[in-house]
């Protein structure tokens, strides 16, 4: 059962342009949503994070969108650099249970 | 360097053996939670302990168990090892009972041949 569904598996965006990950959740129960940046050899890092009550968060070149009645919520990186190609997790968790994280997304920027 | 330390990096054994993966979290934080990571099923939570004692377990098999001992390092123990336990094992740990703000340790790279 899964119930963070991320999509697209694979993204390739031009250096400059915009890179948009999609998450859906079921459980409205959840209340924690973060995402996490993972390059290879290494463990996932918190990126940004968000919680239900704001529809947007801004960090620098990173945005999430949250739409509460549709039950998504997304990451745009603003002006890809080829050094933001990595894997993006995004998560949610409930009432401060353990985080269930989605499939991953891997981010190519070329240069 | 999240200050989360893991340790072996890579450990090969064969199927039916036991294996100890340890984790030592950052400076003071309390929690401990352990993730497999496999390329079909991405990260799954396992086992989630705060200051000792165990406080949420998720997709942990009957031949998985962990602990976290007073000086809260913790062991992930694998025992009767399958080739579909090879995956890549993360401890995160964080300073509260609360999933935020995980750090992540650098991972085991478990392969059972």
């Known amino acids: 059962q899964q119930q963070v569904k991320q999509s697209p598996q694979s993204l390739i965006v031009q250096k400059g342009g915009i890179s948009i990950i999609n998450c859906a959740y079921e459980?409205?129960?959840?209340?924690?949503f973060p995402w996490y940046q993972q390059f290879p050899g290494k463990g996932p890092a918190l990126l940004i994070a968000?919680?239900?009550?704001?529809s947007e968060k801004k960090e620098g070149r990173f945005t999430i969108s949250f739409n509460k009645s549709a039950k998504q919520f997304s990451l745009h990186i603003m002006d890809s650099q080829p050094g933001d190609s990595a894997t993006y997790f995004c998560?949610?968790?409930?009432?401060?249970?353990?985080?269930?994280f989605g499939k991953g997304t891997t981010l190519s920027v070329s240069s | 360097d999240s200050g989360v330390t893991q340790t072996p990096k890579h450990l090969i054994t064969a199927t039916g053996q036991r294996v100890t993966l340890r984790c030592s979290p950052r400076?003071?934080?309390?929690?401990v939670y352990w993730y497999q990571q496999s390329l079909d099923q991405g990260l799954q939570f396992l086992i989630h302990?705060?200051?000792?004692?165990?406080?949420a377990k998720g997709n942990i098999l009957e031949r998985f168990s962990a602990q976290q001992f007073p000086d809260l390092h913790s062991e992930l123990n694998l025992s009767s090892l399958e080739l579909g336990d090879s995956a890549l094992y993360f401890c995160?740990?964080?300073?509260?009972?609360?999933?935020?703000?995980?750090?992540f340790g650098s991972g085991t790279q478990l392969s059972v041949l």
């Open positions: 995160a740990s964080s300073g509260g009972d609360l999933p935020e703000k995980l750090f």
């Open positions: 459980n409205t129960a959840f209340d924690y």
């Open positions: 968000i919680r239900p009550d704001v």
């Open positions: 998560a949610a968790s409930q009432a401060g249970t353990a985080l269930i």
């Open positions: 400076s003071g934080d309390l929690s």
């Open positions: 302990y705060y200051n000792g004692e165990e406080r």
